[in-house]
């Protein structure tokens, strides 16, 4: 929009000898995103959660993502993000288009992993996530050092010996065990 409203601004001083004030378009920009966003229809799920929620700034020296993404019947989807500050400034945003699929939480996942992309190749080291998607009723995500890992990192490697997918739901194999209880030690 602050783009569509920058082009305007620019075409009516070259073609029209018109002056701007550059703070009316962003506030013009920003009217019209309000006026967009008062007119989207509230999500069903979001109905039964009290109205006084609100964004909340990540501590210091973190960077919160916010990610969402959207679908249409087709299964078409795209993953909008928006990266701020401890001060709650926006320095960054993305959008993508995610291909034909109709699994909401794969599409999460791709929408997360593409702010992930885009927070480190803006240098981005320390990183909040956070995402309004329902597949759990909370999740939280953070960085471990290898030596807290030792259980996912071995089963990463035995994955490598077999051919596709492999779940144990019930009870693991006593190589797997010994490794779990290896962690606690």
């Not at 956070?130 to 471990?144: A, H, K, L, T």
């Amino acid at each position: 929009m602050v783009l569509y409203y920058i082009w305007e601004a620019r075409n009516g001083t070259k073609f029209r000898d018109e002056a701007h004030n550059f703070n009316d378009i962003w506030r013009r920009a920003e009217r019209c995103w309000d006026e967009c966003i008062a007119a989207e229809p509230v999500k069903n799920s979001d109905r039964g959660l009290p109205t006084n929620l609100k964004w909340l700034k990540p501590r210091e020296p973190f960077i919160k993502m916010n990610v969402d993404i959207t679908m249409k019947n087709n299964g078409e989807g795209s993953a909008g993000g928006v990266f701020r500050d401890h001060e709650g400034m926006c320095i960054g945003a993305f959008s993508s288009s995610i291909p034909a699929m109709m699994d909401v939480a794969l599409m999460e996942a791709i929408g997360i992993k593409k702010g992930i992309d885009v927070a480190r190749e803006g240098g981005i080291t320390h990183l909040v996530i956070e995402s309004d998607s329902n597949q759990f009723d909370d999740y939280d995500i953070r960085w471990v050092p290898r030596s807290c890992n030792n259980t996912a990192d071995c089963m990463a490697r035995v994955a490598l010996s077999f051919p596709g997918d492999k779940v144990w739901p019930d009870s693991v194999p006593i190589w797997l065990s010994e490794t779990c209880t290896a962690d606690l030690n």
